[in-house]
């Protein structure tokens, strides 16, 4: 099976800019989380989406946002960037995160640095 | 709430020792414990899980961890080092059901380095 792929790989915005990035989970997997990754705070939770519905949200601003298709596919959202955001943006992909022994898979990342 | 602590950022073992990366979770229900790792400009690969079975978890790459609920720890240890072990481990927990607050939650990790 091919594993979670992310897209771009990296990115470089400005501040006051939008961005969009994208997550392909494993096939037949329905949970996609996404997690942030900066040398400061380390790996911080995003939000999980399940069969296309918002399940756990963590603690970051309304600029963050994402939704997930019918395909299971997730894309992430970040409106009006501010050079804080500059960050190892990292998905992961699962059955049915919190299910029994499921366990998350993780894509290679996308960098996006923030000028 | 969960949280994990992992005392010191940086280890440093010889080629063929001993490693020990400490973990401490805090956790208000039985908890699913990780350890992951991460190689430069790459994501995280698991290494092994504890998912409330044995409390000896052994994984990939000859790595092992066990959970000790009365010490609240989960370290993770290999024999013997190899080079190719240099990279960041992060321990993580999680609460066993799905929903709100079904999250991993990570530990700040620790950069693993082996002298030859």
């Known amino acids: 099976k091919a594993g979670v792929t992310q897209t771009p790989r990296y990115l470089i915005k400005t501040r006051g800019q939008q961005v969009t990035l994208s997550c392909s989970p494993i096939?037949?997997?329905?949970?996609v989380s996404w997690y942030q990754q900066t040398p400061g705070q380390g790996l911080q939770f995003l939000f999980e989406?399940?069969?296309?519905?918002?399940?756990n949200k963590g603690n970051f601003p309304g600029r963050f946002s994402g939704r997930q298709f019918s395909n299971s596919r997730s894309e992430m959202n970040v409106s009006t960037l501010e050079l804080g955001d500059s960050a190892l943006y990292l998905c992961?992909?699962?059955?049915?995160?919190?299910?029994?022994?499921?366990?998350?898979?993780f894509g290679p990342g996308t960098r996006l640095t923030v000028l | 709430a969960q949280s994990v602590t992992q005392l010191g950022s940086h280890v440093s073992v010889s080629e063929g020792a001993l490693v020990l990366l400490r973990c401490n979770y805090s956790?208000?229900?039985?908890?699913?414990l990780f350890w992951y790792v991460q190689y430069p400009n790459q994501g995280l690969q698991l290494l092994l899980k504890?998912?409330?079975?044995?409390?000896l978890v052994k994984g990939i790459n000859g790595f092992e961890a066990e959970f000790k609920k009365s010490e609240t720890s989960f370290h993770l240890t290999k024999p013997s080092a190899h080079m190719s072990d240099a990279a960041e481990y992060f321990c993580?927990?999680?609460?066993?059901?799905?929903?709100?607050?079904?999250?991993?939650?990570f530990g700040k990790g620790i950069t693993l380095s082996v002298r030859p």
């Open positions: 989406y399940f069969s296309e519905t918002q399940r």
């Open positions: 993580a927990v999680s609460p066993p059901y799905t929903g709100a607050n079904s999250k991993l939650t």
């Open positions: 096939s037949g997997h329905r949970s």
């Open positions: 992961a992909s699962s059955l049915n995160w919190g299910q029994n022994t499921d366990t998350q898979y």
């Open positions: 504890y998912t409330s079975a044995a409390t």
């Open positions: 956790s208000s229900v039985p908890p699913y």
